[in-house]
């Protein structure tokens, strides 16, 4: 991961080979009347650019979904924020249900922007995502009327000094007045003066480059393909699909199994479990919630993964679970994981810890302890000619020869069938 405080250089959305883009999130840091830390606001940050540069509806909506997506599902909210809070822009089609919330209530504040229309549509939806447990802010809040009885359902109302002027100390004693739990965050803090002014004003957190100027995170992601997604939006949507078809969609495509993985481990589920295998991670996920991420991953514009990658990683996957038939859930998650692991250019260990996987998956990709690890030694040792190797991990040469070319021959048919059918 590479952390910058300036403008990010011009780079591709993908690689020549269309499997490996760029990720991108901003997030600039909250501070308490005592410059502490409290939370971060998180930023979208288009390839190139330092900041947002959006038109109104469908990119906006698309800003949004890589956001989020890139939050829970490429960084992990563990690496972005740690403990802290996390305050998210949302577009209407969010606060009105016409877009999926794909994130739990436990670390979130969703911001409701100046553009939005305060109608009754939006105020059902605050009260609904309220009740949820959702937190919400209302943001740049300079006195309209308008939006008052948001505020009135807010937990913070974030105030722009600059936008406010000399007016400030009236905004956020109207607010205050509509809605005294609520706290309020006063924006564009630019130096010390303007920090005690707010102070003194009675503001309860302060935003601004005064304060912290916005950082920009980079990871590289995997793309999940456009038409496994949909395939599989038809699939949860549909009546009676069983567990095994949606399993059988997800582990297609090494991506998209690497985003429910880290998502389910993430803070975006509220779950701590030790995530084993692929299955496991589905199953916690949800169906309901599973199919919110694959729309938002499809708004967020994924392409398609090449497909002699993506049927390297397939087959190794496969074969490790033919080799280890006592433990093939586990064996086939720690292929996945290493093929991904290759395609991104990562090491292994790195890639475990931004999933979250269990100790069990740990041992066997990295240290390849146990029969899935072991699995996995002889199946990188074929596909690098070394029969030594394979028979020092416990297998016949013959053996893996047969699994793997099983394994890629299934691998191929997926991918065949992945880009072929309509």
Request: include cysteine; proline fraction near 4%; charged fraction near 20%.
């Amino acid at each position: 991961m590479t952390w910058s405080t300036g403008p990010t250089p011009t780079a591709s959305c993908e690689d020549a080979n269309g499997s490996v883009a760029p990720v991108r999130v901003g997030r600039q840091g909250i501070y308490d009347r005592q410059r502490r830390l409290v939370a971060y606001e998180l930023l979208f940050r288009n390839h190139g650019r330092a900041a947002a540069e959006l038109a109104e509806g469908a990119e906006q909506d698309h800003a949004t979904s890589q956001v989020i997506s890139a939050t829970f599902g490429d960084f992990g909210v563990e690496q972005i924020a740690a403990d802290k809070l996390l305050f998210i822009n949302l577009t209407r089609g969010f606060f009105t249900g016409e877009l999926p919330m794909p994130c739990s209530p436990h670390q979130v504040v969703l911001e409701l922007l100046e553009t939005i229309d305060v109608d009754d549509l939006v105020l059902a939806g605050l009260t609904r995502l309220r009740a949820q447990g959702y937190r919400i802010a209302i943001d740049d809040f300079v006195g309209e009327v308008s939006r008052l009885p948001a505020v009135a359902l807010a937990d913070y109302v974030k105030v722009d000094v600059e936008a406010a002027g000399d007016d400030l100390e009236r905004v956020i004693a109207l607010a205050r007045e509509h809605n005294p739990t609520a706290l309020v965050v006063v924006e564009r803090i630019e130096d010390d003066a303007l920090f005690a002014r707010c102070l003194e004003a009675g503001a309860d957190h302060f935003q601004g480059y005064g304060l912290q100027r916005p950082v920009t995170l980079e990871a590289v992601s995997l793309t999940p393909s456009q038409l496994v997604c949909l395939r599989l939006v038809r699939a949860l949507t549909g009546a009676d699909v069983p567990l095994r078809e949606v399993e059988e969609l997800v582990a297609s495509d090494p991506a998209l199994s690497l985003r429910v993985l880290k998502t389910v481990s993430s803070a975006a589920v509220g779950t701590k479990s030790e995530i084993t295998s692929l299955r496991q991670a589905i199953v916690l996920l949800g169906r309901q919630q599973l199919c919110s991420w694959v729309v938002l991953m499809l708004l967020g514009g994924v392409t398609s993964v090449d497909t002699e990658a993506l049927t390297m990683v397939l087959a190794r996957a496969a074969a490790c679970a033919r080799l280890a038939p006592q433990d093939s859930d586990l064996a086939y998650t720690v292929g996945l994981l290493s093929g991904v692991a290759t395609v991104l250019g990562m090491h292994e260990a790195e890639l475990v810890e931004t999933t979250g996987v269990a100790l069990s998956v740990r041992r066997a990709l990295v240290e390849r302890r146990g029969p899935a690890g072991s699995a996995l030694r002889a199946v990188l040792a074929y596909e690098d000619d070394e029969p030594v190797v394979i028979v020092d991990a416990g297998h016949a040469v013959y053996e893996v020869s047969r699994a793997y070319l099983a394994a890629l021959s299934g691998a191929m048919v997926t991918v065949g069938a992945v880009l072929d059918r309509d």
